[in-house]
């Protein structure tokens, strides 16, 4: 049996497509432009899902994106909203939420113990005794949700796009088309966005049987869509609202990041449903749900039917009814006094018999609920909320249309910051102050008559010209007068309840009265209870009603209740569209390529990418790193340093500004000099170190740990704002390499590339030279971190592959060992060299690290020096020593960050600890109690598993030192 | 996202900047009480209001201040460190 009736003005079905499908296994025809509920609804199927929680059929409700009892899955996809998606040819749909298909759910048994089943149920029904939560939690989770997801979903890219305008335009109706029009005459860049698949809002259902609305449209519509300044995105919607005006327009192909200058919300209003008993029934279905089946797809929403309403929209609807060829055997009219204006006149003039003062008390359910056959009316006393059952009679039908009032579609405008009031000639919830550069104009602005919402969008579109400094004209809107478009408690109470407020969550009307009674009578309490407005829709068809029914609950006016609070995203908004590629750089030494092909493991340090160690046949990670670290101990290895920070400080005050910027003392270090150099913060907290090297008079080249360096040359940076020295600052980190060379073959290995003389004498430890190897400019300094005996070669980033190379092969006859990032972390540790952000903290102090040479206190002033001069008044609370585990410890080895324990008092932690295999021995660092910190104290670690380790202070460095040649 | 006026580089997404902390003067370290410097280097005011703050243009290197209102999340103005009055 079909449903679809003749052409209508604008229709947005291509009748010259036929596309085929199946739903449930049977197959079905559509029109291209049909959604799938649209086409299901022509071909005469009314159950089109399951609810979600008592697995009640249920047809279409709003047609407005917002129908969540019609979710679909194609196999690959899920949750697929009816309403929304656009039948494809050879689509193969099924309900989710069923166990045997959507006409003989076997779950549907649910339905009729929900009597058993109260809101706050799984709350107080499960959770004690605790042990059996568990078992509970799968049956509850199993239950919940919809539909099951695809691990085999294909992977498809959607892309990301950004746009910018001076003013985005979300909604395209009357206001919204208007204020376009109205801001690109002006010259303003206009970018119109609207979800459903054609633009036009209520212009394209709206119509009262008249022709009026078309016309309008056609004449908005032909200059919108040929005016330039005008970009229009339709079936995209404006997924939620931030800060500056960014709004993220979400299509099917992805989502577009708008930012506009200003912005007009003008997104119109949700149809709200009467709440009655059966209200749910596939056939009940909101007034503008079945003006948009007929105008948009042309399909009859049911043959016979009653229309049930609470303000003059029920009446426009009977019209369009009427119009499609539906017979309307009434219309029930819930206000006493009815409606009053020249369409309740035109209605009767069609032979529609108007009940006033009355309302729908049930609907009849056909055969297993799967339609309407009928609908009990009975008096209503609007003022006492009082359904009078006794003073009844039944209308036999097939469909009920019911339109009782709005809500704003105002999730933007509350994300926005705006503050809404409740508006009494209305009933409605409308802006009364809006942040900066937003602006409503139409039905979410409170404004309904299509003449008033034209002139709404015009005044909202010179409200953005005077913002952005613009010519603009005072438009005024004229006051509405008419009756409410809402009413201000269209809500039938029943004895048999199933009189639904939620549709998303089945909650009924004595579920409020529930959660009020155990004391969740606030709106954002009784949210939380019930779940009202939790499920898919979020509330788009139940939050107004949720908080009239708590208002009249509490004998508060409806403003005292307020709203529950507006989140993105507006719509659910799939996965994919917000997934993305992963925009993080690495930063890639001029070495990385060698590395690669080398086998190095690699690991982020700060921004960049370093070797972890190298990859050995056969060999475990740890031995591998054992090994290394035994290359450089026993001859020679080589490690790429380029990613440590480098700066370089010039002028004639570069000695003062180090002095004041680190601890130490720069002012007297002699040219080729190097220096420890500590950085504090103003409160004397150990930052990080690094190295000064003197290079001239007035030429300072600093290196900084790797992760640390972006935001010390930030602070850098700002202490050169403050003090305002002469000096010229540059980072130079990514301009050079470094190459470490060390081990007791070093200086034969290096002294074989260059001419320079590495005697101590020349060169001693802490010396810096600009000199040459393999021909290249490189400045050479003379460290000792890993080993006591190693060069730093700083050479230009373009030639470090070169100067590596050569001392590759000068270091071949002596086995040169490229380490990695773990063995040098070993080496170090076997140095007893502590690492700033490893063995120290936020709140470490110098004296607490041993580092009290390092401080420069009889300078006048350094960053941090006036706190270490209070610290230095105090106790110390913990000290930093080295330690080592017994010879041939075999117990369960402690970790880093397990804490040091003396009796039952937490002393101190372990910050590292390691095996060397120099030292045959575990050997670490770890804060202990300052009273044992001398050589050969004991102190205790407690491990994981709460097993107390035994460790002795020993003296740095943990290996015998070598003295090279 | 939030925008943010550099004053050398314009408008730019506040991704692209590094929050510095309130605009604060250092008391005399010669001649301030170990109370008076422990209150300058620990004790920050956090009621909501209009503050002066150092801002960050990460890939401009450039450090600036911006009045902004924590309360109502406007920046009023940014001007270069001791540009105040230029501004």
């Not at chain 1, 519509?221 to 919607?237: C, D, E, F, P």
């Not at chain 1, 209003?269 to 948009?292: C, H, I, K, T």
Request: glycine share 10%.
């Amino acid at each position: 049996m079909s449903n679809r009736i003749g052409k209508k003005p604008g229709e947005w079905i291509n009748r010259e497509a036929t596309l085929r499908f199946s739903y449930e296994g049977k197959d079905f025809t559509a029109y291209e432009g049909d959604t799938i509920s649209s086409a299901l609804w022509a071909a005469g199927e009314k159950v089109l899902g399951r609810s979600f929680k008592y697995h009640r059929p249920r047809g279409v409700l709003s047609s407005a994106n917002h129908d969540v009892n019609v979710m679909l899955t194609d196999g690959i996809d899920t949750n697929m909203r009816g309403d929304v998606i656009a039948v494809r040819d050879g689509m193969k749909l099924e309900a989710v939420n069923t166990i045997g298909g959507v006409k003989a759910d076997r779950n549907r048994f649910i339905d009729s113990i929900s009597p058993l089943l109260p809101v706050g149920f799984y709350y107080k029904a499960f959770h004690t005794p605790r042990r059996f939560f568990p078992f509970w939690e799968n049956i509850i989770r199993k239950a919940a949700g919809l539909g099951i997801v695809n691990f085999n979903f294909p992977r498809v890219v959607k892309r990301k796009s950004n746009t910018h305008c001076d003013v985005l335009v979300i909604g395209t109706g009357p206001a919204g088309l208007m204020a376009a029009l109205v801001a690109a005459d002006a010259g303003l860049e206009v970018t119109l966005a609207d979800e459903n698949q054609h633009a036009g809002g209520s212009l394209t259902y709206d119509r009262a049987g008249a022709s009026e609305a078309a016309s309008k449209l056609s004449e908005l519509m032909g200059r919108v869509k040929t005016h330039q300044n005008i970009s229009l995105h339709t079936a995209s919607y404006a997924a939620g609202y931030y800060t500056d005006h960014l709004i993220p327009i979400v299509g099917e192909n992805g989502i577009t990041k708008v930012r506009a200058k200003a912005v007009i919300v003008a997104t119109g209003v949700f149809e709200q449903p009467p709440v009655f008993r059966y209200n749910d029934l596939p056939g009940v279905m909101l007034g503008s749900s079945a003006q948009r089946l007929i105008h948009r797809y042309a399909v009859k929403p049911f043959h016979s039917g009653i229309v049930v309403t609470a303000n003059n929209h029920g009446y426009r609807v009977a019209l369009d009814l009427l119009q499609a060829g539906v017979k309307v055997s009434a219309l029930i009219d819930m206000r006493a006094l009815g409606e009053a204006s020249v369409l309740a006149e035109d209605v009767l003039g069609k032979g529609v018999v108007v009940h006033k003062g009355c309302c729908v008390y049930e609907a009849l359910p056909s055969k297993g609920q799967m339609g309407v056959a009928g609908a009990v009316i009975c008096t209503y006393d609007e003022v006492a909320n009082q359904a009078n059952p006794s003073n009844s009679f039944t209308l036999e039908c097939d469909g009920i249309a019911m339109s009782a009032g709005w809500a704003p579609a105002a999730a933007l405008l509350y994300q926005a910051g705006t503050q809404m009031r409740y508006d009494g000639t209305t009933q409605q919830f409308v802006p009364a102050k809006l942040p900066s550069g937003v602006f409503a104009a139409g039905k979410v602005n409170g404004v309904f008559s299509l003449e008033q919402r034209l002139q709404d969008g015009a005044r909202a579109a010179n409200e953005v010209l005077r913002y952005l400094g613009k010519n603009a004209l005072e438009v005024s809107v004229d006051r509405y007068v008419g009756s409410s478009p809402s009413h201000a408690y269209p809500i039938v109470p029943h004895p048999k309840a199933k009189n639904f407020v939620d549709f998303d969550e089945d909650i009924q009307l004595k579920d409020f009265v529930n959660a009020a009674q155990e004391g969740f009578d606030n709106i954002e309490l009784m949210k939380r209870f019930t779940t009202v407005g939790m499920g898919p829709s979020q509330g788009k068809h139940s939050n107004m009603n949720a908080i009239r029914i708590l208002a009249k609950i509490r004998g508060l006016p409806v403003e005292k209740i307020g709203t529950t609070t507006a989140r993105p995203f507006f719509h659910p908004t799939p996965i994919g569209h917000l997934a993305g590629r992963g925009f993080h750089p690495h930063r890639l030494t001029p070495m990385h390529a060698w590395h690669e092909a080398a086998g190095a493991e690699f690991t982020e340090v700060g921004a960049w990418l370093r070797a972890a160690y190298y990859h050995k046949p056969n060999l475990s990670k740890q031995e591998v790193i054992q090994e290394e670290a035994l290359a450089v101990r026993q001859s020679v290895g080589i490690i790429d340093g380029g990613s440590l920070g480098k700066f370089e400080v010039q002028g004639a005050d570069a000695a003062e500004f180090l002095e004041r910027f680190y601890a130490g003392k720069f002012a007297s270090q002699a040219v080729g000099e190097t220096r420890y150099a500590l950085m504090l913060d103003e409160s004397g907290v150990v930052v990080d170190d690094g190295v000064v090297s003197r290079l001239a008079e007035d030429v300072f080249y600093i290196t900084v740990s790797t992760s640390n360096a972006a935001a010390v040359y930030r602070e850098m940076q700002r202490w050169l704002q403050i003090w305002k020295l002469q000096i010229g600052l540059i980072n130079v980190t990514g301009a050079y390499g470094l190459i470490n060379v060390t081990g007791p073959n070093a200086r034969v290995v290096v002294g074989k590339v260059t001419k320079l003389s590495l005697a101590d004498s020349d060169l001693p430890c802490g010396g810096i030279r600009e000199t040459e190897i393999a021909g290249v400019a490189v400045r050479l300094v003379r460290v000792g971190f890993v080993s006591n005996l190693a060069y730093e070669i700083h050479v230009p980033a373009g030639n470090a592959l070169h100067v590596w190379n050569a001392l590759m092969t000068a270091g071949e006859s002596h086995g040169i060992r490229p380490f990695g990032t773990d063995a040098q972390r070993l080496l170090r540790l076997e140095m007893g060299n502590h690492l700033v952000g490893h063995d120290t903290d936020g709140l470490t102090n110098p004296y607490e690290i041993g580092a009290e040479w390092a401080l420069g206190m009889d300078k006048p002033f350094f960053v941090g020096q006036r706190s270490l001069k209070i610290i230095a008044k105090r106790p110390a609370k913990k000290r930093l020593v080295h330690f080592m585990l017994e010879a041939g410890f075999s117990g369960e080895m402690p970790f880093e960050c397990n804490l040091v324990m003396k009796q039952d008092e937490i002393k101190g932690r372990v910050t590292s600890i390691s095996f060397s295999r120099s030292v045959n021995r575990v050997i670490g660092f770890a804060y202990v109690d300052p009273a044992d910190v001398n050589p050969g104290a004991k102190f205790h670690i407690r491990t994981d598993s709460g097993s107390m380790v035994e460790a002795t202070v020993v003296k740095a460095p943990f290996v015998q030192l070598e003295r090279g040649e | 996202m939030k925008l943010l006026q550099c004053p050398m580089n314009g408008t730019r997404p506040i991704s692209e900047f590094v929050f510095g902390g309130e605009l604060r003067a250092m008391p005399n370290p010669e001649t301030s009480t170990d109370k008076e410097w422990a209150a300058y280097v620990h004790n920050r005011n956090g009621a909501p209001g209009l503050k002066k703050e150092w801002w960050y243009h990460g890939p401009s290197g450039t450090w600036f201040i911006a009045e902004r209102n924590t309360l109502t999340e406007e920046v009023l103005r940014t001007y270069l460190f001791g540009q105040e009055t230029a501004a």
